[in-house]
Antibody
Framework: QVQLQESGPGLVKSSETLSLTCSVSGYSISSGYYWGWIRQPPGKGLEWIGS???????YYSPSLKSRVTISVDMSKNQFSLRLTSVTAADTAVYHC??????????????WGMGTTVTVSS | QSALTQPPSVSGSPGQSVTISCTGT?????????VSWYQHHPGKAPKLIIYDVSKRPSGVPDRFSGSKSGNTASLTISGLQAADEADYSC???????????FGGGTKLTVL
């Protein structure tokens, strides 16, 4: 059974960098699929941040691309999100997820429960 | 503002059916067959309930069904149960630039 668990600081100061990690169990990241991040600001809808496949492509939301980096640590079967120059608008619940791709993005079939990040001034 | 438009809320009584719409454009929902729906109970991981417009993953009851007409996708839940009370979000592939877009989410209340 594939499980994803997000971790990281719950509070980040404005203008600083948000860093989160997604730990994957039950499946090796290097075996396939795309792995990504999605967030949900309070009272708003889900927003896709970006995703990658090991040794293949990485895709980012055009609205966040200039501030986002997704990286992977194969030795720990984890992947990470780094979001720079955060503001209050980046306050959200951050989820990691496994994505199914083929010709294009198809869907997310496994999600983490999410972790709340608050940006303080 | 989300790329895809969903009604903020819908409601129905146990046993009834409800339909949640998801309206986009020809550059996302209308242009591809890659529309998915997710059920989200507060504090839990979102769950995939429909993919490729109308396919159900293993374990999802056939009370959940999806369809698409033009730029609007729909999720229908029949035989409403109390456990169906949750938030529902649609998602679509949106081409090589925007790539993935979501709807604003719809809160389903079972009366």
């Amino acid at each position: 059974q594939v499980q994803l668990q997000e971790s990281g600081p719950g509070l980040v100061k404005s203008s600083e960098t948000l860093s989160l990690t997604c730990s994957v169990s039950g499946y090796s990241i290097s075996s396939g699929y795309y792995w990504g991040w999605i967030r949900q600001p309070p009272g708003k809808g889900l927003e896709w941040i970006g995703s990658f496949q090991h040794s293949s492509n990485t895709y980012y939301s055009p609205s966040l691309k200039s501030r986002v980096t997704i990286s992977v640590d194969m030795s720990k079967n984890q992947f990470s999100l780094r979001l720079t120059s955060v503001t209050a608008a980046d306050t959200a619940v951050y989820h990691c997820a496994r994505e199914v791709h083929g010709y294009a993005f198809y869907y997310m079939d496994v999600w983490g429960m999410g972790t709340t990040v608050t940006v303080s001034s | 503002q989300s790329a895809l438009t969903q009604p903020p809320s819908v409601s129905g009584s146990p046993g009834q059916s409800v339909t949640i719409s998801c309206t986009g454009t020809s550059s996302d929902v209308g242009g591809y067959k890659y529309v998915s729906w997710y059920q989200h109970h507060p504090g839990k991981a979102p769950k995939l309930i429909i993919y490729d417009v109308s396919k159900r993953p293993s374990g999802v009851p056939d009370r959940f069904s999806g369809s698409k007409s033009g730029n609007t996708a729909s999720l229908t839940i029949s035989g409403l149960q109390a456990a169906d009370e949750a938030d529902y979000s649609c998602c679509s592939f949106a081409g090589s630039y925007r790539y993935v877009v979501f709807g604003g989410g719809t809160k389903l209340t079972v009366l």
